[in-house]
């Protein structure tokens, strides 16, 4: 994305964490905050109380001004911006994006070929449009939750929030698609993106099951994936993660722990989805005769999938991690950050992390230069 500038109204996780991707693939992203901030800086940890850790990994390599957009200095700076710029992406409420002046037609009239990017909770065309939406409000609308109900016994949220960051991704795919369009036909558009519907489809793609067909010809769930005894399995010592599914594992585990399973009613994958909560509790049962590392090196050699259970902290000294150079390491002016780095490969045109994080307005008055204005009064 180098030569492409981007600017982004964003705000929390979703849409920054979107344009981040984007600065680390080499767009010119310039963050367009409020005089008080985006309020995420304020939500984690970080060495001053605008640069949480939260924040910090979000808009790594951006360029930050801040501007009054009630104030008519403001909206003129902005609208300048837009006419250098190939992205636009927001995240307000489509009622407050217009009463600003910053709806898609009067962008459009700007920069007639921008790609118009909307991050919403609720798509503009259904009864939950003004609705606001956190990830956990979502995560119990989307489904998630209530699957969690279904393995766990009772209603829970993830540890991670996933909604943000899977509509974030979905961002920015449906941008680079946009992209993909102008670069093909020279046309710009308007792209929207609901966290709502962006999780309703991703909980869908295996717990739709039966449900697609007409009649149905099952309830709206993946059975293995909600069964109550799907977990980690407790071995002497700890735990360990398993997975003894497809033909080939679960034929090799037998012949080596277990030659009393070869029988013909758990001889095949479908025959064992059909039982897989019976299946589950033998496995549970066997998994405890051996500790944690004795299994580990047991199911290595038999190349069935298996790993230890980890903690973040852990993640962050992963071995396989710093051999594949993931971690990349940034000057600051306040000190140097390690960062969970790209985690896609290319080999003709390799990304990386773009830089540090702005802190506010660090770049006003280059991007005025930029723009050609000396008067920077009343902006932010």
């Given at each position: 994305?180098?030569?492409?500038?981007?600017?982004?109204?964003?705000?929390?996780?979703?849409?920054p964490y979107a344009t981040q991707i984007m600065a680390d693939m080499g767009a010119d992203v310039i963050k367009v905050e409020p005089p008080a901030g985006d309020a995420t800086r304020l939500i984690s940890v970080g060495p001053d109380a605008e640069l949480?850790?939260?924040?910090?990994?979000?808009?790594?390599?951006?360029?930050?001004?801040?501007?009054?957009l009630a104030s008519e200095e403001g909206k003129a700076v902005l609208r300048k911006l837009i006419a250098t710029a190939d992205v636009f992406i927001h995240s307000m409420r489509a009622k407050a994006i217009a009463r600003l002046g910053f709806d898609y037609e009067s962008v459009k009239?700007?920069?007639?070929?921008?790609?118009?990017?909307?991050?919403?909770?609720?798509?503009?065309?259904?009864?939950?449009?003004?609705?606001?939406?956190?990830?956990d409000t979502i995560q119990a609308e989307c489904g998630l939750v209530g699957v969690q109900a279904l393995l766990n016994g009772e209603p829970g949220f993830v540890g991670t929030i996933m909604a943000d960051k899977i509509a974030g991704m979905?961002?920015?795919?449906?941008?680079?698609?946009?992209?993909?369009?102008?670069?093909r036909t020279g046309e710009g558009q308007?792209?929207?993106?609901g966290m709502f519907e962006t999780m309703a489809a991703f909980m869908l793609v295996e717990h739709a099951n039966g449900t697609i067909f007409d009649p149905p010809l099952g309830e709206a769930h993946y059975p293995r994936a909600v069964s109550r005894n799907r977990r980690p399995y407790k071995t002497k010592d700890g735990y360990i993660a398993a997975l003894v599914y497809n033909d080939k594992h679960w034929n090799a585990f037998v012949g080596a722990v277990r030659p009393d399973w070869a029988t013909p009613e758990m001889a095949t994958l479908g025959q064992r989805a059909k039982q897989i909560d019976h299946i589950y509790t033998k496995l549970g049962e066997t998994f405890l005769e051996r500790t944690t590392a004795?299994?580990?090196?047991?199911?290595?050699?038999?190349?069935?999938?298996?790993?230890?259970?980890?903690?973040?902290?852990?993640?962050?000294?992963?071995?396989?991690?710093?051999?594949?150079?993931?971690?990349?390491?940034?000057?600051?002016?306040?000190?140097?950050?390690?960062?969970?780095?790209?985690?896609?490969?290319?080999?003709?045109s390799p990304a990386a992390v773009a830089g540090p994080t702005p802190r506010l307005g660090e770049h006003g008055a280059e991007i005025l230069d930029e723009l050609g204005i000396s008067d920077t009064s009343d902006v932010a």
């Open positions: 994305m180098a030569g492409m500038r981007v600017i982004d109204l964003t705000a929390m996780v979703m849409g949480g850790g939260v924040f910090v990994n979000c808009n790594r390599g951006k360029r930050s001004i801040a501007l009054d009239a700007i920069r007639p070929d921008i790609v118009y990017t909307n991050c919403y909770g609720y798509g503009r065309r259904g009864p939950y449009a003004d609705k606001p939406a956190y990830d979905t961002a920015l795919y449906a941008t680079s698609m946009a992209l993909l369009h102008r670069a308007e792209v929207e993106i004795e299994w580990l090196e047991l199911l290595e050699s038999l190349h069935v999938p298996a790993a230890p259970i980890r903690t973040t902290d852990e993640l962050l000294h992963d071995p396989h991690l710093e051999a594949t150079g993931f971690f990349e390491e940034v000057d600051s002016s306040y000190g140097k950050l390690r960062f969970p780095g790209v985690p896609t490969w290319f080999s003709q």
